[in-house]
């Protein structure tokens, strides 16, 4: 069944992602991804496709750690690589590394804003429309209408905040502070790895 979900170890994680120099370390990211995808576990069994997507993806990005090593050590190489080797044709299989992080990068984006509403939101709030606003703002600008539609329908079945705190073993006193590092955190990895897909125009990768 493996661990439950620790924000705590979620936090650890995340400060290990990027360097001092502003790398994106893709072993790190994955880590961390792999333990923050716990969390929507506790959201229901409506999430279970955002789960299973996550769990795809990172597995994709860790097959290119481990089948080739180095140019995949960090974001920055990872693009840098794949763009001389003329390596991002939608057809490949498994598909490349920078189109699947392009995906886990806008999936981040989602975090941050619902993240955001859960650290204002009150005990017996429902954290669907928290979680539907963030979605709209985010997530459904690069899905199709019929996804759209299938997402909001799980996002309205998402437990109070209360509930979802209980799951995972922490009340608002003690996760305020935690979602506050973890915010710290996430919005410059965001906002580096945003900046990397623009210098390469790739933000439409297919």
């Given at each position: 069944?493996g661990?439950?979900?620790?924000?705590s170890?979620?936090?650890?994680?995340?400060?290990?992602?990027?360097t001092?120099?502003?790398?994106?370390?893709?072993?790190?990211?994955?880590?961390?991804?792999?333990?923050l995808?716990?969390?929507?576990?506790?959201?229901?069994?409506?999430?279970?496709?955002?789960?299973?997507?996550?769990n795809?993806?990172?597995?994709?990005?860790?097959?290119?750690l481990?089948t080739t090593?180095?140019?995949y050590?960090?974001?920055?190489?990872?693009?840098?690589?794949e763009?001389?080797?003329?390596?991002?044709?939608?057809?490949?299989?498994?598909?490349?590394?920078?189109?699947?992080?392009?995906?886990?990068?806008?999936?981040?984006?989602f975090?941050?804003h619902?993240f955001?509403?859960?650290k204002?939101?009150s005990d017996?709030?429902?954290?669907?429309?928290?979680a539907?606003?963030?979605?709209?703002?985010?997530?459904?600008h690069?899905?199709?209408?019929?996804?759209?539609?299938?997402?909001?329908?799980?996002?309205y079945?998402?437990?109070?905040?209360?509930?979802?705190l209980?799951?995972?073993?922490?009340?608002?006193?003690t996760v305020?502070?935690?979602?506050?590092?973890?915010?710290?955190?996430?919005?410059?990895?965001?906002?580096?790895?945003e900046?990397?897909?623009?210098?390469?125009?790739?933000?439409?990768?297919?």
């Amino acid at each position: 069944m493996g661990t439950p979900f620790d924000l705590s170890q979620v936090v650890a994680l995340f400060e290990r992602i990027k360097t001092e120099e502003g790398e994106i370390l893709l072993q790190e990211y994955t880590d961390a991804y792999s333990e923050l995808n716990k969390f929507f576990g506790l959201l229901g069994r409506a999430m279970t496709f955002v789960t299973a997507d996550i769990n795809e993806k990172v597995g994709i990005l860790r097959h290119h750690l481990n089948t080739t090593g180095e140019p995949y050590r960090s974001a920055q190489a990872m693009i840098k690589y794949e763009v001389e080797k003329k390596l991002l044709d939608k057809s490949r299989k498994p598909p490349s590394g920078s189109r699947t992080l392009l995906r886990l990068h806008r999936a981040l984006n989602f975090i941050i804003h619902f993240f955001e509403k859960l650290k204002e939101s009150s005990d017996e709030e429902k954290l669907s429309s928290q979680a539907s606003e963030a979605y709209g703002a985010t997530l459904a600008h690069h899905h199709t209408w019929l996804i759209r539609k299938a997402v909001q329908v799980g996002l309205y079945l998402v437990p109070k905040t209360k509930d979802v705190l209980a799951s995972a073993k922490e009340t608002k006193e003690t996760v305020e502070p935690k979602l506050k590092r973890l915010l710290e955190l996430a919005r410059p990895i965001y906002e580096i790895t945003e900046k990397l897909y623009t210098d390469f125009d790739l933000h439409s990768l297919p």
